[in-house]
């Protein structure tokens, strides 16, 4: 079977999807993506892969929606494909044509999306499910899209869950190469227990709170130290905070980098991984490297990834913009003993290995598109 992927980019997190369907013995994809991106995602070469049909020209309008794809439409009809697999963002209004004519030519359209959230009301709902109906089936990130969907009488065989996913086999192995954490001890000058943050400095990822819920921690005799993985336009302010609450020498801003032995390194050491605002990918991260996650509850402002964590579990969830609840979350993590620790580690490794990974996505496109090997 050919099926032909028309991406709105092709974000360096993905490469370990896109090689193993790039790799897949009985399904030939051929990728698309286009060429430049906004908000500071890095990108893979997508000219990597076998399959790799060239770039497109993305045109944003103000405020950096992604609305159309120059030369998508011709090229996704420039071969003889039996599916297609296309963004599942309703903003971009080729995807619209093309999903049109493949459905008048009897060929079936899935869209790779996030679904529902959960807020959407009036005409922004109204457009997202005429997209979704238009192309026909959804390949969703999480189960909670899925039953949302459900309750808006979105047939369930129309629909498949493919959750997200990172280069699992690269940071694997990375995992086991991990040292110790002498060089992070010798920074702080002390052993205290340590959180990560990992992610682009922004208020909207409301690490004040954090900060605060530090200071509270410190006050009930649960001292921690924090590493703050990242560069964004918050950093001045929050390094002001932090210098202002006294804890100028318990937060690390280490900046921004890619080096994934760096950031798994910190994530492997701490003691929790903390996003007060919404989470993301950063929490396949750290479940990845077997540190618990601890972000806020309300799903309609959180990404899917979020389903990943068990609360007591793998993780802990509070109630958003509540600096109390926020250290009360992360308080049950700085305290575990040896034993304890690793048991928490395997549970958040179970997580990744069951659900958020490439071969898990893999199975989920094998079964979609009808082949039998698992």
Known sequence: MKICCIFNIAPLYREGIYRKMDDDPELEFDFLAGEESTGGIALMDLGILKGFRGYLHNIYRKGGKLVWQKKAVRKAFSKKYDAYILTGNPGIR??????????????????????????????????????????????????????????????????????????????????????????????????LPLLVFVGRLTVAKKLNLLLEAMVRLESEGSACNLVLVGDGPARERLEKEADTLGLADRVWFYGETYDDHIIGTFLYHSAACVSPGNVGLTAIHSLTFGTPVVTHSDGNRQGPEYEAIEPGISGSLFAENDTEALAGAIRPWLGLGRQSREEVRAACRRIIDEKFNPDRQMQVLRTVFGTRRH
């Open 94 to 191: 080729s995807n619209w044509i093309i999903a049109l004519l493949a459905r008048l030519t009897g060929r079936p359209v899935y869209l790779w999306t996030h679904g529902l959230h959960g807020d959407e009301r009036g005409m922004k709902l109204r457009k997202n499910l005429w997209y979704f109906r238009l192309a026909g089936h959804l390949l969703l990130y999480g189960e909670r899209p899925y039953r949302l969907l459900l309750e808006r009488g979105y047939p369930a065989r129309r629909m498949a869950v493919i959750y997200n996913s990172l280069d699992y086999d690269k940071q694997a192995a990375i995992r086991e190469r991990i040292g110790d954490r002498g060089f992070i001890r010798n920074y702080f000058g002390n052993d």
